[in-house]
Protein backbone atom coordinates (compact mmCIF):
# COMPACT_ATOMS: atom_id res chain seq x y z
CA UNK A 1 0.00 0.00 0.00
CA UNK A 2 3.05 2.29 0.15
CA UNK A 3 3.66 2.54 -3.18
CA UNK A 4 4.62 5.45 -5.52
CA UNK A 5 2.40 4.64 -8.24
CA UNK A 6 -0.77 2.22 -9.06
CA UNK A 7 1.79 0.25 -11.61
CA UNK A 8 4.28 -0.67 -8.32
CA UNK A 9 1.18 -1.00 -6.06
CA UNK A 10 -0.54 -3.70 -8.66
CA UNK A 11 2.73 -5.60 -9.46
CA UNK A 12 3.31 -5.86 -5.52
CA UNK A 13 -0.05 -6.84 -5.03
CA UNK A 14 0.68 -9.88 -7.52
CA UNK A 15 3.52 -11.03 -5.91
CA UNK A 16 1.84 -11.40 -2.72
CA UNK A 17 -0.51 -12.80 -4.06
CA UNK A 18 1.39 -15.34 -6.08
CA UNK A 19 3.73 -15.90 -2.67
CA UNK A 20 0.29 -17.08 -1.17
CA UNK A 21 -1.18 -19.17 -4.04
CA UNK A 22 0.64 -22.20 -3.40
CA UNK A 23 -0.35 -22.67 0.23
CA UNK A 24 -4.03 -21.16 0.18
CA UNK A 25 -5.33 -21.26 -3.26
CA UNK A 26 -8.69 -19.88 -2.30
CA UNK A 27 -6.75 -16.68 -1.06
CA UNK A 28 -4.84 -16.14 -4.03
CA UNK A 29 -8.02 -16.88 -5.81
CA UNK A 30 -9.70 -14.05 -3.74
CA UNK A 31 -6.87 -11.48 -4.20
CA UNK A 32 -6.86 -11.69 -7.92
CA UNK A 33 -10.33 -10.95 -8.00
CA UNK A 34 -10.42 -8.30 -5.55
CA UNK A 35 -7.25 -6.01 -6.77
CA UNK A 36 -9.00 -3.70 -8.78
CA UNK A 37 -11.48 -2.81 -5.28
CA UNK A 38 -8.88 -2.59 -3.04
CA UNK A 39 -6.13 -0.65 -5.33
CA UNK A 40 -8.83 1.86 -6.76
CA UNK A 41 -7.82 4.55 -4.77
CA UNK A 42 -4.42 4.57 -6.35
CA UNK A 43 -5.72 6.47 -9.28
CA UNK A 44 -6.58 9.51 -7.36
CA UNK A 45 -3.77 11.93 -7.15
CA UNK A 46 -0.91 11.47 -4.05
CA UNK A 47 -2.07 13.56 -1.86
CA UNK A 48 -5.35 12.04 -1.43
CA UNK A 49 -4.37 8.35 -1.19
CA UNK A 50 -3.89 8.94 2.29
CA UNK A 51 -7.31 9.74 2.91
CA UNK A 52 -8.97 7.09 0.54
CA UNK A 53 -7.51 4.21 1.49
CA UNK A 54 -8.79 4.56 5.26
CA UNK A 55 -12.17 4.87 6.67
CA UNK A 56 -11.52 6.42 10.02
CA UNK A 57 -13.44 9.74 8.92
CA UNK A 58 -16.34 7.28 8.60
CA UNK A 59 -15.78 5.67 11.83
CA UNK A 60 -15.75 8.78 13.40
CA UNK A 61 -18.81 9.88 12.00
CA UNK A 62 -20.22 6.43 13.44
CA UNK A 63 -18.77 6.82 16.53
CA UNK A 64 -20.63 10.19 17.16
CA UNK A 65 -23.99 8.79 16.03
CA UNK A 66 -23.76 5.97 18.11
CA UNK A 67 -22.96 8.36 21.46
CA UNK A 68 -25.89 10.59 20.91
CA UNK A 69 -27.76 8.08 20.76
CA UNK A 70 -26.34 6.36 23.85
CA UNK A 71 -27.22 9.52 25.81
CA UNK A 72 -30.91 9.14 24.19
CA UNK A 73 -30.92 5.96 25.78
CA UNK A 74 -34.50 4.70 24.35
CA UNK A 75 -36.28 6.30 21.47
CA UNK A 76 -39.99 6.28 21.73
CA UNK A 77 -40.33 5.97 17.73
CA UNK A 78 -38.33 5.32 14.89
CA UNK A 79 -39.07 8.78 13.61
CA UNK A 80 -37.53 10.40 16.52
CA UNK A 81 -34.00 8.71 16.00
CA UNK A 82 -34.05 9.14 12.57
CA UNK A 83 -34.46 13.02 13.85
CA UNK A 84 -31.24 12.59 15.30
CA UNK A 85 -28.78 10.66 13.41
CA UNK A 86 -30.24 13.45 10.54
CA UNK A 87 -29.67 16.03 12.76
CA UNK A 88 -25.90 14.82 13.83
CA UNK A 89 -25.38 14.11 9.79
CA UNK A 90 -26.40 17.66 9.07
CA UNK A 91 -23.91 19.16 11.84
CA UNK A 92 -20.92 16.85 10.45
CA UNK A 93 -21.75 17.91 6.80
CA UNK A 94 -22.17 21.73 8.23
CA UNK A 95 -18.58 21.37 9.98
CA UNK A 96 -16.82 19.60 6.92
CA UNK A 97 -18.40 22.54 4.61
CA UNK A 98 -17.04 25.62 6.85
CA UNK A 99 -13.80 23.86 7.95
CA UNK A 100 -10.67 23.85 5.58
CA UNK A 101 -10.87 21.23 2.54
CA UNK A 102 -10.49 17.75 3.57
CA UNK A 103 -9.53 17.30 -0.37
CA UNK A 104 -8.02 19.69 -1.85
CA UNK A 105 -10.07 20.74 -5.16
CA UNK A 106 -6.47 21.66 -6.74
CA UNK A 107 -5.47 18.00 -6.99
CA UNK A 108 -9.10 16.75 -8.27
CA UNK A 109 -8.65 19.08 -11.08
CA UNK A 110 -5.23 17.35 -12.29
CA UNK A 111 -7.37 14.04 -12.57
CA UNK A 112 -9.73 15.81 -15.06
CA UNK A 113 -6.83 17.60 -17.23
CA UNK A 114 -3.64 17.06 -16.06
CA UNK A 115 -0.89 19.65 -16.85
CA UNK A 116 1.85 19.08 -19.56
CA UNK A 117 4.98 18.18 -18.28
CA UNK A 118 6.46 20.74 -19.00
CA UNK A 119 4.27 23.97 -18.20
CA UNK A 120 3.59 24.67 -14.45
CA UNK A 121 -0.05 24.45 -13.76
CA UNK A 122 -1.17 27.88 -12.91
CA UNK A 123 -4.25 27.82 -10.30
CA UNK A 124 -7.08 30.89 -9.92
CA UNK A 125 -6.32 32.47 -6.14
CA UNK A 126 -8.37 31.53 -3.26
CA UNK A 127 -10.58 33.75 -1.86
CA UNK A 128 -9.49 34.38 1.73
Known sequence: FLQPDQA?????????????????????????????DVLAYMSFPAPHRTKLHSTNTLERLNKEVKRRADVVGIFPSEASIIRLIGAVLLEANDEWQMQHRYMGVEAMAEMLSP????????LPPRPA
Do not use: I, Y
Request: glycine share 2%.
Open 115 to 122: APTNETLQ
Open 8 to 36: SAQQTWRHVADQLRPRWPKLGVLMDESED
